[in-house]
Structures are given as structure tokens and as C-alpha cells.
């Protein structure tokens, strides 16, 4: 998968991810070309897709649509990425896994400070991305907390 880190295997449930038809994935980006790629390659695959422009609107789109993958840029302005991790994870659960889009330095550890389940470094591949959100939605254990892996 190139640069992209998953995370190892953990023990969980996706909840209701069975009771649904088609998972739930948010994406947040403040880059307005990025949310519209990636919401319709993601509902191209199936998902049902819901964007918001920054870390704000992410938390009020958490509410009504109980995503069951977040991808969230790290940063954006009125709240980035840390910030909407930290402020998402102080909610009651479950959790969705979120997969962090940075362009920091050090992706990994940006990753893994906000508790990530795996990370894109920016620019990213697409496809890519697409394979990871289809491992977490098959991944019943991707509810808790990542312990990144280095890929070889």
C-alpha cells in the first residue's frame, strides 16, 4: 500500500456495521477538490459518503451520521485534525477508526498522537486509500486504538 501504515490486529466490533446496507465514511478536508474525489470514488465502491470542510463541521456531521470510518486531514483551518480527534474521542463511543491525511514530516507520529488506525501521507494515492477504508469496514477488530506497523 506505499506509504500508508495500518495498524495491527485488535479486538472489537464495528457495531452495526451489519444491520446497515452500506458502511458510513466521513471525510474532512478543508481542500474542496480532495472531499469531492474522494466522496465519489468512495460511493463509486459502495460507501455511503459524507464530507465536511473542516474539523467543526466534522463533529456535527458525527451526530446524525455515525460513520463508520472517518478520514480527516490534520490540518484545516477552525479545527484541524488533532483537534476534531481529540474532541471526537472525548464523546461517548463507539468510535469509528480514522485514517489521518497529513502532510507533516513525520506522518506516523502525527498518526499516532490522535490515536489514528492508520495514516496517508499527502499527496496519496488513491487507490490506496481506497484499500484501507475496505480493510477497516472488513476488519471487525478496527474499533480500538492503532499500534502502528512499519510496512516492509
Do not use: W
Not at 62 to 68: C, H, I, K, N, Y
Not at 98 to 116: F, Q
Not at 130 to 148: C, E, K, M, Y
Amino acid at each position: 500500500m506505499g506509504d500508508s501504515v495500518p495498524a495491527s490486529n485488535h479486538s472489537g466490533s464495528l457495531g452495526a456495521l451489519g444491520d446497515r446496507r452500506r458502511p458510513r465514511i466521513l471525510v474532512a478536508d478543508d481542500d474542496t477538490a480532495i472531499r469531492e474525489v474522494l466522496t465519489v470514488a468512495l460511493e463509486l465502491e459502495g460507501y455511503e459518503v459524507s464530507a465536511a470542510r473542516d474539523g467543526m463541521a466534522a463533529l456535527d456531521v458525527v451526530e446524525s451520521f455515525a460513520p463508520d470510518v472517518i478520514v480527516v486531514d490534520m490540518q484545516m483551518p477552525i479545527m484541524g485534525g488533532r483537534d476534531f480527534a481529540e474532541a471526537y474521542h472525548s464523546r461517548p463511543g463507539p468510535h469509528a477508526p480514522i485514517i489521518a491525511l497529513t502532510g507533516s514530516c513525520d506522518p506516523k507520529t502525527s498518526a499516532e498522537e490522535v490515536g489514528a488506525y492508520a495514516f496517508m501521507p499527502k499527496p496519496f494515492e488513491l487507490n490506496d486509500l481506497l484499500a484501507i477504508v475496505t480493510q477497516i469496514v472488513g476488519n471487525h477488530d478496527a474499533r480500538h486504538p492503532s499500534h502502528f506497523k512499519d510496512e516492509q
